[in-house]
């Protein structure tokens, strides 16, 4: 047990039965347990994230990294967003939830461990295999520095824009996310960074 997750496990102030729970399941399995994006992660003898557990407002997940080359015999992993391409959760919203799961979410673990081992990688979409905006299409066009600027970011930096501006329902509110990221893509940020 990593002094780090007991900590985070002190700060929180909901699913803290469940986390602890999930966090005695996970550790049989054999994983070493760390804190990476303020979450328990729990990696394999040469370090290689298997899972992460993490806490939402409605429910609390274990994310398997790989979680799309997984089986799943039981049915119960989901893709966050469409845009999700690697990873995969298993939700729960109570202790009983979790207890409930654990000869399965165990067998998984087990089975994200082979596959880690394995070598198994996932076969990515291409940015260009996403649906651009019409919006974006038609400045990409236009603008020459802009084009080269969102071409220069990496593939996840341009799903995410790409995500971002086709989820606006009405043209003129994707014109208008187009021209507020502008200036971010043109320093080469992320929608997040």
């Given amino acids: 047990m990593n002094p780090k997750v007991d900590a985070f496990l002190k700060r929180q102030k909901t699913w803290r039965q469940e986390f602890v729970k999930l966090r005695h399941i996970i550790l049989d399995c054999g994983l ?30 274990v994310l398997f990294h790989k979680g799309a080359l997984l089986a799943d015999a039981g049915r119960v992993l989901i893709q966050q967003t469409p845009n999700v391409q690697s990873a995969r959760q298993i939700r729960f919203t109570s202790v009983k939830d979790v207890i409930k799961l654990e000869k399965t979410l165990k067998a998984y673990v087990r089975e994200a461990i082979e596959v880690e081992r394995a070598g198994l990688k996932i076969e990515r979409q291409k940015t260009s295999d996403f649906a ?32 971002y501006f086709s989820q606006a329902k009405q043209p003129k509110t994707r014109e208008s996310r187009v021209e507020k990221c502008i200036p971010r893509i043109l320093e080469g940020l992320g929608l997040d960074d």
């Fill in 32 to 61: 070493t347990e760390e804190l990476k994006w303020g979450w328990p992660c729990y990696t394999d003898e040469e370090g290689k994230n298997i899972v992460l557990v993490h806490g939402f407002k409605e429910y609390c997940a």
């Fill in 132 to 163: 651009m905006p019409e919006e974006l299409r038609v400045r990409l066009e236009e603008d020459r520095a802009l084009k080269r600027a969102f071409e220069a970011l990496t593939p996840g930096r341009q799903r995410a824009y790409i995500y």
